[in-house]
C-alpha cells in the first residue's frame, strides 16, 4: 500500500504507524511517500502511483468532482486530525488589527472585526497565502474573514504558497499573513517574524483537518487490507494522541527523512493537558471522535467550497458527501479494535459547550465544536 | 503549404536544476520554441508567471510551486491561468508523472504536444542518468 503525505504534523499517525512498525504487525506492507504539493497527491492518487493520502478534505471533493483533471473517485473511510492551523499575521499587519482592539475579551470574532476596521485604514490591500486553493485553510480563513465583516475576495488578496515558502515569504514583505497547518505558525513565530492571530480551534472549535483519501478503485480491491490500515491508523492516532508519547512523536516528525524541522516547533502543536483554552494550537488525533469521518464535517466543506465559487451551487451535497465520506467503513474497523462507533453518521456542528455524543458500545465524551460566529451548523437528517 | 506551429509560444520553465534546464531550452529551441524563461520556483513564481504571461509552463514535480500555480485560477485579478494540462491521453500523463514533470497551460493545448514530449523524454533522461550516478560507488 502506496501512501501520500505532505510535510505536515498531520501525518503524525502515518508516520508513527510507520516507525512503530504497526502496518507490519497487521502484515501490511506500506511505502510512505512525501509530496511537495497537493497537485502531486492529487494526480498520483488519480493516476495508480499512490493508494491513498493524507489531505485535505476540498481536495478529495476536487478530484472527485473532476475540478482538476480528470475526475477521479476517491473516498474517506477515516478522519486523522482535528484543528492544526495557524492564521498568522506579520507584526506590522497585526499592530494595524491591535489598535482596534478594545479592552475586553479578545475572541477570534472580536478580532475579526478588528481586521475588518483596520483594513479601513488607507494602508494597501494586504495578501494573505493559504497553502491550496483545496484546502481547509482557504475555507477557514474565509470563514473567518467574513465573520468580521471583510469580503475575502475584494477586501484582501488571497494567494496560495506552499507551506514550507510561507515563513520566507513573510519575511520578505511579499505576504502579509498566512493560513497553514503546524509546525510553520509556530516557526514564524519563533522568529519573531509574526503572531498567531487565530487557530483552527479559534475558528471552528474541534473542526476536521485532514483526512485518509483512498482511491475508491484500490478500496474496492483490497478490502482487507483497507481495515488493516485503518485498524492500525486507529491505533496511532490514540498513541498520537497521549500527552506522553509527544516528545517521542516530535522527535521522529521533526527527522530530515519526515519534516526536517526542529523538534520543539512539532511539539508546540501536539496534544497537550491542557485547561480549557480554547485559542490553542494543537492537532488532535483521537480524542473528541477526531478519527470518525461525519457527514456533516463533509456537508460543511462542500456548502463552503460552494459559498466562495470552488464548486457549482447546483452540486448535490449529500449525495457528494455520502459518495466520499464512508462512515461505514469507518464503523468496521472501529467496532473490530471495541472502539466506540457513533449512532448517527452526522452531529450539529456548533456545540458551545462539552456534551455526550450517543455511540455503542458506549458513548464518547466531546469537547465544544463551536464556529468563532457562534452560528451552529445543522445538517437535516437524511 | 501546411501552417507552421505556434512557435512564437512563450514557455516557463520552473526547474531548480539548472543543468536540466539548460538541457531542455537548448532542446525546445532545436523544435523550434525559442521564447523559454528559466526560473528556479518560489515565493515570487506567481508574480513571474504574471509579468510573463506565458502559455505554456514546464514544472519539476520535486518542487513545492504546482499549489501556487493551481492557485492562481481562484484569484481573478490575475492573468492568466494557467490549467493543469491532462492530455486526453492518460498514458502521457502517467508519463510525465513517471518523469516527475508537470505542465500548465492557458487556451487551447493543440500546439504543446511536442513540448510535453520534449520535456517528458528530458526529465526522463536526467533521472536515469542521476539513478546511474547513484549506483556508482
Known amino acids: ?382 | 503549404m501546411p501552417q507552421l506551429p505556434a512557435l512564437t509560444l512563450k514557455i516557463l520553465l520552473v526547474d531548480a536544476d539548472d543543468a536540466r534546464a539548460t538541457d531542455l531550452t537548448k532542446l525546445l529551441g532545436a523544435t523550434g520554441f525559442h521564447h523559454v524563461r528559466h526560473v528556479p520556483g518560489g515565493a515570487s513564481l506567481a508574480d513571474e508567471v504574471t509579468a510573463f504571461m506565458p502559455g505554456v509552463v514546464i514544472i519539476d514535480m520535486a518542487l513545492p510551486d504546482r499549489d501556487t500555480l493551481e492557485g492562481l485560477r481562484q484569484n481573478s485579478a490575475r492573468v492568466p491561468r494557467p490549467v493543469l494540462v491532462f492530455a486526453d491521453d492518460p498514458v502521457l500523463v502517467e508519463e510525465a508523472i513517471a518523469a516527475g514533470v508537470s505542465f500548465y497551460h492557458v487556451g487551447d493545448g493543440q500546439a504543446i504536444k511536442p513540448i510535453l514530449t520534449a520535456a517528458i523524454a528530458l526529465f526522463r533522461l536526467h533521472r536515469q542518468t542521476e539513478k546511474k550516478g547513484a549506483t556508482t560507488p
Open chain 1, 1 to 382: 500500500m502506496r501512501i501520500g503525505l505532505l510535510k505536515l504534523t498531520d501525518a503524525a499517525p502515518v508516520i508513527m504507524a510507520q516507525e512503530l512498525e504497526l502496518f507490519a504487525a497487521e502484515d501490511l506492507e506500506v511505502d510512505l511517500s512525501i509530496e511537495p504539493s497537493g497537485a502531486n497527491i492529487a494526480d498520483k492518487l488519480a493516476h495508480g502511483f499512490l493508494d491513498a493520502a493524507v489531505i485535505a478534505p476540498p481536495l478529495a471533493f476536487a478530484m472527485a468532482l473532476g475540478l482538476r483533471g480528470r475526475a477521479c473517485p476517491i473516498i474517506i473511510p477515516q478522519s486523522l486530525n482535528l484543528g492544526g492551523n495557524t492564521v498568522t499575521l506579520g507584526t506590522s499587519l497585526a499592530r494595524r488589527i491591535a489598535m482596534h482592539l478594545a479592552w475586553g475579551k479578545w475572541t477570534s470574532l472580536v478580532k475579526a472585526r478588528a481586521f475588518a476596521a483596520a483594513l479601513k485604514d488607507g494602508h494597501e490591500k494586504p495578501t494573505l497565502a493559504v497553502v491550496d486553493q483545496y484546502s481547509t485553510h482557504n475555507l477557514l480563513l474565509r470563514y473567518w474573514l467574513a465573520a468580521g465583516g471583510i469580503d475575502p475576495d475584494n477586501d484582501v488578496t488571497l494567494a496560495v504558497l506552499p507551506p514550507t515558502q510561507m515563513v520566507e515569504a513573510l519575511r520578505g514583505g511579499r505576504i502579509a499573513g498566512f493560513c497553514a497547518g503546524a509546525p510553520w505558525g509556530a516557526i514564524a513565530k519563533e522568529k519573531h517574524l509574526g503572531t498567531t492571530m487565530t487557530t483552527s480551534h479559534g475558528i471552528w472549535q474541534n473542526g476536521p483537518e485532514k483526512v485518509l483519501a483512498v482511491n475508491q478503485a484500490w478500496a474496492d480491491a483490497h478490502p482487507g487490507r483497507l481495515l488493516a490500515a485503518q485498524r492500525v491508523l486507529l491505533r496511532a492516532a490514540r498513541f498520537c494522541d497521549a500527552p506522553k508519547h509527544a516528545a517521542l512523536v516530535a522527535e521522529t516528525l521533526s527527522a530530515d527523512a519526515y519534516l526536517g524541522v526542529e523538534a520543539d516547533v512539532v511539539d508546540s502543536s501536539l496534544p497537550k493537558a491542557r485547561g480549557g483554552n480554547v485559542l490553542h494550537l494543537e492537532s488532535l488525533f483521537f480524542r473528541n471522535a477526531a478519527t470518525v469521518p461525519w457527514h456533516s464535517h463533509a456537508l460543511w466543506f462542500l456548502q463552503q467550497m460552494a459559498r466562495w465559487g470552488l464548486i457549482p451551487a447546483t452540486t448535490d451535497f449529500k449525495r457528494v458527501a455520502e459518495q466520499v465520506y464512508r462512515p461505514d467503513l469507518y464503523a468496521l474497523a472501529a467496532r473490530s479494535l471495541n472502539l466506540p462507533v457513533p449512532r448517527k453518521t452526522f452531529k450539529t456542528e456548533g456545540h458551545a459547550t462539552a456534551w455526550r455524543c450517543a455511540a455503542d458500545p458506549s458513548p464518547i465524551d466531546m469537547e465544544p465544536d463551536g464556529f468563532c460566529d457562534g452560528v451552529p451548523f445543522a445538517p437535516a437528517e437524511a
